[in-house]
């Protein structure tokens, strides 16, 4: 094999313990149907394979990405990029083996639940249109209202599902629905953080389903400007592993949870706002290129804008104040675009950046910083599972309204 070299592994081998038992695989993943239906372990075969010795081009350091639009979708650069979606999934799979091989006290519906809600998730994954996704949507939506109605807590791990499914795919800030539902039936187990702590301990996996919902109702409260749904105590669930995969430092959250609580300028300090914000730009590290350290950027920026305004607004009226608190918050705009411009699109951590690009856009001045907020959208757009179908409408029509973004004749 002159002239070539390993490169890489194939994961399109059966899995072992088909192959064992000399059955054909379907090769799906995590685990394939047949060890999925007997409840085993699924091991795929890692073997490597020799490619030719090609290099894609690296880009020039210092120089900028290119931001792809409508006509130039960045689909292949998506391909390789491990989606929330996809580690849900996991999850899902990892809680329907616990519960296949346990002796917990759980009703065969609910144990179907997650099974059926499992076949929805990877269906609807791999195509929303098709007969299969679709029968399996219906065959999911009404096990979990089976289960909704018996007040189970594994119904939480349904609503969950279909949750982050509004919120890829529905429009966007207004996935409160599904949590509201979570919320009501959280009520009927836990009525303190005593209470939560027993619940997650009878059941494994459910604290990381709460993680994501107390997300969702954070970001979504943002960008709503509406009340939060979940306590304080229910945020708790929030893990630093949590914070890691999505690229948002906890004390960043910790402000977006303030702002969120605070919806106007009542009863808050113009000066509180503003050293909160500051906290945040003192906490930016420009040197750092890694893709972390640009999704911390994005997300204290964001953070710092959302403060900064709200701070003009508090100052009572005071011009020179208002005209310093605009300026702040123009110059974190450019520095937070910036750092989205740079980020890849393979990044792992570039899908979660939706709300804080939202916030950045709706304090938006320029052309250019629309326009990278609009590359963002259309990268979103433009993956292997498209996400977002709206936000870039609902930016351009905040940017029309302040008469930014758009050529002149």
Known sequence: MKGKKPRGIRH????????????????NRPRCQAC???????????????????????????TSPQIHNAETPNVEAYKSASINLYGFIDLLDAFCQQI??????????????????????????????????LQSHLVALTNLSQVIQSAHPIALFGIATFAMFEVCCGSFGNWHCHLQGARSLLDLHCQHKADLDDLCGEISGLADVLAYLVWFD????????????????????????????????ADTFDLFVYLAKHRDSNGIRAMDLSAR????????????????????????????????????????????????????????????????????????FYVHLATPAYLIGMSASTAR??????????NCQSCEFPRYPDAEAQCD?????CGVGFSVG
Not at 100 to 129: C, K, W
Not at 277 to 296: E, H, K, S, Y
Not at 308 to 320: E, I, K, N, Q, Y
Not at 397 to 401: A, D, E, L, P, S
Request: hydrophobic share 35%; glycine share 8%.
């Open 277 to 348: 914000a500051l906290a945040q730009i003192l906490q930016l590290n420009a040197g750092d290129t890694t893709d972390r350290n640009l999704a911390t950027t994005v997300y204290r920026g964001a953070a710092a804008i959302m403060a900064f305004s709200r701070a003009g607004m508090a100052t009572g009226g005071d011009p020179s104040a208002s005209t310093y608190h605009c300026n702040v918050v123009s110059s974190m705009v450019d520095r937070a675009c910036h750092a989205i411009a740079e980020i890849p699109s393979t990044s792992r």
């Open 36 to 62: 999925l239906q007997g409840g085993e372990a699924c091991n795929y075969p890692q073997r490597v394979v020799w490619v030719d010795d090609k290099k894609k081009p690296k880009r020039p350091k210092g």
């Open 397 to 401: 029509r905040r940017w029309r309204i």
């Open 100 to 133: 296949q091989s346990s002796s917990r006290d759980i009703p065969e519906e609910g144990i179907q639940l997650i099974s059926r809600t499992l076949s929805f998730a990877r269906s609807r994954v791999q195509d929303a249109n098709n007969k299969e996704s």
């Open 369 to 378: 910083q629309c326009e990278i907020i609009r590359g963002y959208w259309r």
């Open 218 to 249: 954070v970001t979504g409260a943002l960008v709503r400007e509406s009340p939060l749904i979940f306590e304080d105590w229910h945020r708790e669930t929030l893990s630093a592993g949590f914070f890691g995969s999505v690229g948002c430092p």
């Open 12 to 27: 399109d081998r059966d899995c072992g313990r088909c192959k064992v038992r000399g059955i054909k695989c379907d090769l």
